[in-house]
């Protein structure tokens, strides 16, 4: 695990899971699971409609997710996506920013209030044209849905794993066979 | 389910006021069912007016095919190129033939594909004249047996709107609440709830919880039954999505979803790429937008109608705008998503209206009404003039006020008619809310008592952003309200006005009179003007707040308020207010690229009655202040001296159980079916022998008086003339015997002398020609031309070698108010010269009425003819009836203005002519089984009036002709058989107008 936690995975490309789940509250009891080693921490797994982040993984049958599904599971078959750590993808952590809404508005009082979900952006000063390339695996098109694991501003900066939508930039400065100042645009950020 | 909104909770407006406010939309496009398809087997002989078809090659099951779901006929299978029509009745009636809505509108190709889906959708139902030409026949072939009574009143299923459920998890549950179903007259005592693959944990309760483990389509079905008995299915659909099946989000929200108190409703409009194929989007296709909130990382909906919270607005493709892209850019689709109120509004509704029947009547048509108040009439319009509820949740109307009819003759459309019948009686407004829920609810303004409204929320500073703008009034826009209406109790109208502020106008402003309302009372008469003065000078009457939340609690409809509390140093102005505000107008502003959805909301605020007081009774108060102002006559009077139409109609009628009766309509003219009221003759009064008895009953044109003539059985059956001067009041109270004063009879002792007792005299006929009786009358021995102008006689001598018959029926009466020209069978002449030709057989009758031209006319045999002519005795012109003289009876029925009708009641044949300048052959009536025409008289303003004897209780007794075009007549026996019941046989004696 590197230092850094700047990860990603698309929202495509999953794998089956073995056995089915049910939950009780954040702690996931598997029937006829092999949890080790199809989950591992930050790994998100789908069931039933909800989009859950492994927390920590004890056997085979038995781990934990960072956030409860609203409806206990019972018997729900699932997936997973295997979140790839930028680091793993050759490419140095990102500087990455934040911003908890999409606009703010004047309220009546003076106030301001944040409206929209949170953004957050990746920026390198260069990229080689692979580690490019990486990248775009993960967004074919002008933008694709994606999870990400990125830094929030809070008062420890902390990790959290998002559903996001990433946009392609518009233009890429090529040099030597690098990109200058690249900078990817996470939007739609809802945390898992 | 609580038909009002509620007020937010504390937890929800943390909320509301949290950062982070987010939102998805999505859209939902029901996939409809196919049922049923078929195949056409004989193209119908007309396209016009089709009401059912046949077909071939069925399959499906023919049970499950249902009265209000659609039927595609297409030249392909599943189409629906050639047309969309409405299943009529349901599928199992009779196998090979489908019963559609009448439609002209679908050019039939030989063997078209016919499809029908469990699409149920907002349809209009004609109604249609039965064969007979009188019996209207609701939806093509349903005659009314008791739908309006208690007792067979359909009940009204509320059973929530379309909803759209999210499957996270192995299932779904859904929880609706029919609580709130409804039925005229009773209570719901059943529910029966249907939803294929769907699982209930109990299907009759009226709140089950209903539970989807599979995405799909589901059509939800309810039927209540009331404690009448009767049955009614309601029909909703359940969409059961995630985030890759049943919706979409492939869509741009072109102009955000608005609803508007005046427009009645909500509408918006998308725009679609790749999805715009999807074969669901079709035309009128139902499009539901729907959303997945954020208020930071709180993901909940926050809406007012529990289970449907993500809802945004619900309405059907009303129209689209195509883009063509060029080639390096890409097509799109707008459509235009329109709410109820729409719908309602482009579909063409007869003329129609309600009238309300007294306590003892039993409604015997589809417009009577027992105990009429608006919501009787709401069921009567949305459960048989349109499928409203079929496919929408319908709430009634708690108003109790009794309404002597609801009419709304302007209205085109569905929507105006509702309009012009809830905004004249009781000031109420038809409102659909984003749902599609339709509310007919009184104007809260004009409700003193609001305590039952909920509050939704008491909006302070942090509520709204931007800027709120107030428009203040300071000019009062109305001076004077001048309101006025009648409490109906069934039988008798008491009428209220009221004056606001009293009677002397405001300083600034115009007055306005609203009437026709209405009422109960003289107190809630004057706090209703005071709450209407207020409403149109309110001072704050719009208030634009930029709500800083996404906040779908707050809705048009039904009724519900906020408050706003502005502080000295909010404003430059430095007002100092706390404002209670009613959302009129709503905008649900969205950004897809934020994901930002905020609520424009546009206020009213809410006002207190003004000052009011009790108006003043006008000397002639309208009789029948409840209900539309009556349409423009058309055409206009031929004379101007007369009034423009009559008013009352009377008629003496006999042969019913009852015995002899007179009956008078006061609706007769006023558009609609009549009410008629059944007044006493004199007890000892009997129909005068002689065939002419058409002038037995006779009524002063301006209704001031009313003479019988006829035997008096109580005297030795001799000559009587019976006079009534009280009329206002028999007109009043109908019900209550008259009181009768003999004004002549046989024997009886006048001055010049003693009435003779001779046979002519025994069958007295007279006439009254504007507004006095006219006779001949023989005092010993001495004629005597004879007029009663309502308090006494007055009596002038006649030459007696000029006088061969006292017949009163053969004398014209020429000009009696300055000339006295008088003739008599042999055409002698009394007064001035007069120059006819008449024959010795001058005809059976004379006919003439008052007025400022003086016009007469006269049937004679001409010297030297042998047929009838008709003399225009004013300038002499003639006109040959070409029919023979014989024993046929032939009749003036009346004039007015120049014009007179006639009558040849063996032939049935109905002459006309106007101003004197023509005469034609109007029409010639068939009666059939014995019944004949018996008179026919002109009413003004371009009507026609006719009756005949009939012979059965099922016959016609009385027609209006109202644009005196050949055979358009219409059957105005109104509640005739009920106030005078005929079961065998009935001839209305006689026929007076009142104008």
């Known amino acids: ?192 | 389910m609580t038909v009002l909104p509620r007020a937010a909770t504390s937890p929800e407006l943390a909320l509301l006021r949290s950062d982070n406010q987010s939102t998805r939309l999505y859209l939902s496009f029901p996939s409809f069912t196919t049922i049923y398809t078929a195949r056409l087997a004989a193209v119908p002989g007309s396209t016009d007016k089709v009401a059912e078809i046949t077909y071939t090659s069925g399959s499906g099951t023919l049970a499950n095919v249902k009265a209000d779901m659609t039927l595609f006929v297409g030249s392909s299978a599943g189409a629906y190129d050639v047309g969309i029509a409405r299943i009529r009745k349901d599928g199992a009636t009779l196998a090979g033939t489908l019963y559609i809505g009448e439609t002209s509108e679908i050019n039939w190709p030989s063997n078209a594909y016919l499809t029908v889906i469990n699409d149920v959708n907002l349809w209009p139902r004609h109604i249609r004249i039965d064969t007979d030409g009188t019996t209207p026949l609701m939806d093509y072939d349903v005659a009314y047996t008791n739908q309006n009574q208690a007792a067979g009143s359909q009940p009204t299923p509320i059973m929530g709107p379309d909803v759209v459920l999210w499957l996270l998890g192995d299932s779904v549950t859904y929880s609706p609440d029919a609580s709130a179903s409804w039925v005229n007259g009773g209570t719901i005592t059943d529910y029966l709830w249907e939803c294929a693959g769907a699982t209930f944990d109990d299907d009759t309760s009226a709140t089950p919880v209903i539970t989807f483990d599979t995405l799909g389509t589901y059509q939800l079905t309810l039927t209540v039954t009331g404690d009448n008995s009767v049955s009614f299915t309601g029909y909703r659909n359940v969409v059961v999505c995630d985030a890759s099946h049943g919706v979409t989000a492939q869509f741009v929200l072109e102009s955000p979803p608005t609803g508007d108190y005046e427009a009645g409703g909500w509408s918006y409009s998308v725009t679609l790429y790749d999805e715009a194929a999807l074969s669901q989007v079709r035309d009128r296709a139902l499009c539901i937008l729907h959303a997945v909130d954020y208020y930071g990382d709180t993901k909940q909906s926050i809406g007012y109608v529990p289970g449907a919270e993500n809802i945004v607005c619900i309405g059907r493709i009303a129209g689209e705008s195509i883009v063509w892209g060029t080639a390096d850019s890409y097509g799109s689709v707008t459509f235009n998503v329109e709410g109820p109120q729409y719908w309602f509004s482009k579909m063409t509704g007869f003329p129609t209206g309600v009238k309300d029947v007294s306590d003892a009547t039993t409604p015997n048509k589809w417009i009577k009404v027992r105990g009429l108040t608006l919501n009787k009439a709401l069921y009567h319009f949305m459960a048989w003039c349109s499928t409203a509820t079929r496919c929408m949740d319908v709430y009634p109307n708690t108003d109790t006020r009794r309404i002597k009819r609801l009419e709304a003759p302007g209205g085109e459309n569905l929507w105006a008619q509702l309009i012009e019948m809830s905004k004249r009686s009781i000031l109420a407004d038809p409102v659909c809310d984003a749902y599609g829920r339709f509310f007919l609810q009184i104007n809260q303004q004009f409700i003193s008592d609001r305590s039952s409204m909920p509050t939704v929320q008491a909006l302070t500073n942090v509520d709204w952003y931007d800027e709120t703008r107030l428009e203040r009034v300071t000019v009062d826009n109305q001076s004077l309200i001048d309101l006025s209406g009648v409490a109906w109790s069934g039988t008798a109208a008491t009428s209220f006005f009221s004056l606001a502020p009293g009677h002397v106008f405001k300083h600034y402003g115009d007055v306005e009179v609203v009437d026709r309302l209405a009422l109960t009372d003289q107190a809630t008469s004057n706090t209703l003007a005071g709450l209407y003065s207020a409403w149109r000078n309110n001072p704050y009457p719009r208030i634009d707040a930029k709500l800083a939340a996404n906040h779908r609690l707050i809705d048009i409809a039904p009724y519900q308020r906020l408050t706003l509390a502005i502080t000295t140093s909010d404003t430059p102005r430095g007002i100092t207010q706390s404002l209670t505000v009613i959302p009129r107008a709503i905008t649900r502003e969205y950004d897809g690229d934020t994901g930002v959805m905020l609520t424009n909301v546009t206020f009213e605020s809410e006002v207190t009655a003004a000052l009011a007081v009790t108006g003043d009774t006008p000397p002639n108060p309208p009789d029948d202040p409840v209900g539309p102002i009556d349409p423009p006559v058309d055409p206009p009077p031929v004379d101007p001296g007369l009034p423009s139409d009559a008013k009352d109609i009377w008629l003496l009628v006999s042969g019913g159980t009852n015995g002899i009766k007179l009956l008078l309509s006061k609706d007769f003219f006023a558009g609609g079916e009549p009410s008629w009221a059944a007044i006493d003759v004199p007890a000892t009064y009997n129909i005068p022998d002689h065939t002419e008895y058409n002038h037995a009953m006779t009524v002063a044109q301006d209704g001031s008086h009313l003479w019988l003539t006829g035997k008096d059985t109580g005297n030795s059956n001799r000559g009587t003339v019976w006079h009534l001067d009280n009329i206002s009041a028999v007109r009043a109270a109908p019900a209550t015997a008259p009181s009768w004063s003999v004004v002549m009879y046989v024997g009886q002792s006048l001055t010049p002398g003693t009435v003779a007792a001779n046979s002519s005299l025994t069958q007295w006929v007279s006439h009254a020609v504007g507004n006095k009786l006219y006779q001949i009358t023989t005092f010993s021995g001495t004629r005597y031309y004879s007029v009663h102008d309502g308090s006494a006689w007055a009596f002038t001598a006649l030459s007696s070698s000029n006088f061969l018959s006292a017949r009163a029926n053969a004398i014209a009466f020429i000009d009696p108010v300055s000339n006295n020209y008088l003739r008599d069978l042999s055409g002698g002449i009394y007064g001035t010269s007069f120059d006819p030709v008449f024959g010795s057989n001058m005809g059976f009758d004379f006919w003439g009425l008052y007025n400022s031209a003086l016009h007469f006319w006269v049937v004679y045999n001409k010297t030297g003819t042998t047929t009838n002519w008709l003399r225009h005795v004013n300038d002499n012109t003639e006109y040959d009836t070409g029919e023979v003289v014989g024993s046929n009876i032939m009749r003036l029925g009346g004039a007015y203005g120049g014009e007179y009708c006639y009558i040849h009641s063996s032939t049935g044949n109905l002459w006309i002519t106007e101003s004197g300048a023509s005469f034609s052959l109007f029409e010639t009536f068939t009666t059939g089984s014995g019944g004949r025409v018996l008179d026919a008289k002109l009413a003004g303003g371009g009507k026609l009036v006719r009756s005949q004897v009939t012979t059965t209780a099922s016959n016609v007794a009385i027609f209006i002709n109202p644009t005196r075009v050949a055979g358009n007549w219409q059957n105005m026996n109104g509640d005739l058989a009920t106030v005078y019941p005929f079961p065998t046989s009935m001839s209305i004696r006689a026929m007076g107008l009142v104008f």
């Not at chain 1, 009082?109 to 695996?137: C, E, H, I, K, M």
């Not at chain 1, 929030?152 to 040099?175: G, M």
């Open chain 1, 1 to 192: 695990m590197s230092i850094y936690g700047y990860r990603i995975a698309d929202a495509v490309n999953v794998t089956s899971g073995t056995g089915t789940l049910s939950s009780s509250g954040v702690n996931i009891t598997g029937t006829g699971t092999n949890f080790d080693p199809e989950l591992v921490e930050g790994s998100i797994i789908h069931a039933d409609g909800y989009d859950l982040v492994i927390a920590t993984v004890t056997d085979d049958t038995h781990c934990t997710v960072v956030t409860a599904p609203a409806v206990a599971l019972s018997g729900a078959t699932f997936t997973i996506t295997g979140m790839s750590n930028v680091e793993a993808l050759n490419i140095k952590p990102p500087k990455s920013a934040f911003r908890p809404w999409q606009t703010a508005l004047t309220l009546g009082d003076g106030t301001q209030r944040g409206y929209g979900r949170p953004s957050a952006s990746w920026a390198w000063g260069f990229v080689t044209q692979a580690q490019r390339n990486s990248l775009r695996n993960y967004c074919s098109g002008k933008s694709a849905r994606v999870y990400i694991r990125t830094r929030k501003n809070d008062s420890s900066d902390a990790y959290v794993t998002y559903s996001a939508v990433l946009d392609w930039p518009d233009e890429e400065d090529r040099q030597a066979g690098r990109r200058l100042s690249f900078r990817l645009e996470f939007r739609d950020l809802v945390a898992l």
